[in-house]
């Protein structure tokens, strides 16, 4: 019951109040250094980019943004990893979420698989035990329990709405809307739209997914056409270069800003009134994600960044911390 690993009921959406008005929020997958081509190691728990982060916020806040850092056992369980949280935190009011990456978060009692990678793939109680662990360390380290989460990998499962509304979550954020993860083992979320919506057993739980969406001549038809690309060799290189369709998600991350600007557009257009934006944290560092390899990559990635806030700002779309999106959602669930 309310389960957010398939697409929700149209009476499960979540509404907001018509003085809302249009919001964006950014998600920070907070997290260790790895080698995105090698096979995931519980040995991998470096967090030396984390250092560059207070720059990176500093760009943000100066644009009027205030990132919400999902943070995952390595950049708490350091020293000078929490630290920076913290004084992040206390200084600028950021908040701070959960990421679960099951490899690198107690207690270990799985062997390190792709499958095992999604946390949603693991018996119930260890789910429950690794949430509550990281919970807890999140709220030593940094001064507050968290109530945001993202699973690491978008790895949730049947059981996940359940078990972040039994440890007092308010938002979940790992739905990746028009992403499919089957071939891997983990969810498919190619039939989820990004709406918002409520689930928990309580629905509680207000699932907020990342944006994404199709752009091209053909994008109505986006949700039919673009899986043919699973069966038919070219097929989405094709359809995005002859201007048909592409999926573009709100990212810096392998989505050029032309697109972004135009899937932004699209949204707008089509009433999206949340956007859910994301980067991962070792991308503010050259070289630690596939992202960012170089100084160029990452002047690009600033780049982009300073686009999309132009155009946000020039239709009227302001940032949101994520506890508005709840409160806001909460008020006219309450309401009715």
Not at 253 to 259: I, R
Not at 297 to 317: I, Q, S
């Amino acid at each position: 019951m309310g389960r957010i690993d398939r697409p929700p009921d149209a009476r499960a959406h979540a509404r907001l109040p018509r003085d809302f008005g249009k919001r964006f929020a950014i998600f920070v997958d907070t997290e260790e250094q790895f080698d995105w081509e090698k096979p995931l190691r519980r040995e991998n728990t470096a967090v030396t980019a984390m250092e560059e982060l207070p720059a990176a916020q500093r760009f943000f806040r100066e644009a009027g943004a205030l990132p919400i850092y999902m943070c995952d056992w390595p950049t708490v369980d350091d020293d000078r990893s929490a630290a920076i949280l913290a004084e992040m935190h206390a200084r600028d009011g950021c908040e701070i979420g959960t990421q679960l990456h099951p490899w690198v978060n107690p207690p270990f009692d799985e062997a390190v698989t792709a499958y095992n990678s999604f946390t949603g793939n693991l018996p119930v109680d260890l789910q429950r035990a690794k949430l509550q662990r990281l919970t807890a360390r999140i709220g030593e380290r940094i001064g507050v329990r968290p109530t945001l989460y993202r699973a690491g990998r978008y790895g949730i499962g049947k059981q996940t709405a359940a078990l972040l509304e039994a440890e007092g979550y308010r938002m979940d954020a790992s739905v990746r809307a028009l992403f499919d993860y089957g071939a891997q083992g983990g969810p498919d979320f190619s039939g989820f739209e990004t709406q918002a919506f409520w689930g928990g057993p309580g629905r509680t739980l207000l699932e907020l997914p990342l944006t994404a969406t199709f752009i091209g001549t053909l994008r109505q038809w986006g949700e039919r056409l673009f899986p043919l690309g699973d069966r038919i060799s070219l097929w989405r290189t094709i359809m995005a270069r002859t201007g048909m369709i592409q999926r573009i998600a709100l990212t810096p991350e392998d989505y050029p800003l032309p697109q972004a600007l135009e899937a932004i557009e699209r949204l707008l257009d089509d009433g999206l009134a949340v956007f859910s934006l994301s980067y991962h944290s070792p991308s503010v560092v050259p070289g630690h994600t596939p992202y960012v390899r170089d100084a160029a990559d990452l002047k690009a990635f600033y780049a982009w960044w300073d686009g999309v806030f132009d155009l946000f700002a020039r239709r009227g779309v302001t940032a949101a911390r994520a506890a508005e999106i709840v409160a806001a959602a909460d008020a006219v669930r309450l309401a009715e």
